[in-house]
């Protein structure tokens, strides 16, 4: 495991979360970060994410935290993982963890989520091919006014 590596996959991801509390675009954050768009569905590759910032843009406000991310050193890196299926010859997985308030525009109600993510199939310059994120869907939908599904 190269120790260059590490901090390259760290920095850049660290980069990529602190994006999130600057003034930046979905599309400018995400042409420093994505490697050239990939063809696979659920939001896979650079337009698909595109799309999925629009979507979560129409419903949802997301306000972060000045802690929202923990610093570079608190992501789990490993630069020689095998991403997996569909990320072809590219190495490397970051985990993230974070937290931050978001707040239904249609219903006004918010709620703090803590949410992660895991970044994969980074290319030389240490941008990611694939990014995967968790968070609690029900808070979501309960706060579009889905309903309370608590009830």
């Not at 120790?3 to 602190?18: E, K, P, V």
């Not at 994410?49 to 306000?63: A, I, N, T």
């Not at 190495?91 to 994969?120: D, N, P």
């Not at 968070?135 to 889905?146: I, K, T």
Request: proline share 4%.
């Amino acid at each position: 495991m190269s120790t260059d590596r590490i901090t390259q996959l760290r920095s850049q991801t660290y980069a990529f979360s602190r994006a999130f509390t600057s003034n930046l675009t979905p599309s400018e954050i995400l042409d420093r970060f994505f490697v050239a768009d990939t063809s696979r569905k659920t939001f896979d590759g650079r337009a698909a994410c595109e799309e999925y910032f629009k979507l979560l843009g129409e419903v949802l406000e997301f306000s972060p935290y000045t802690d929202t991310f923990p610093d570079a050193n608190g992501f789990v890196v490993d630069p020689d993982a095998d991403p997996g299926e569909g990320v072809k010859g590219r190495k490397g997985v970051v985990h993230v963890k974070a937290k931050a308030q978001f707040r239904a525009k249609k219903t006004g109600i918010s709620w703090e989520e803590e949410f992660a993510y895991r970044l994969s199939g980074f290319d030389d310059a240490g941008r990611f091919e694939h990014w995967e994120i968790w968070a609690d869907p029900l808070s979501a939908y309960n706060a579009v006014g889905g309903g309370d599904v608590h009830r």
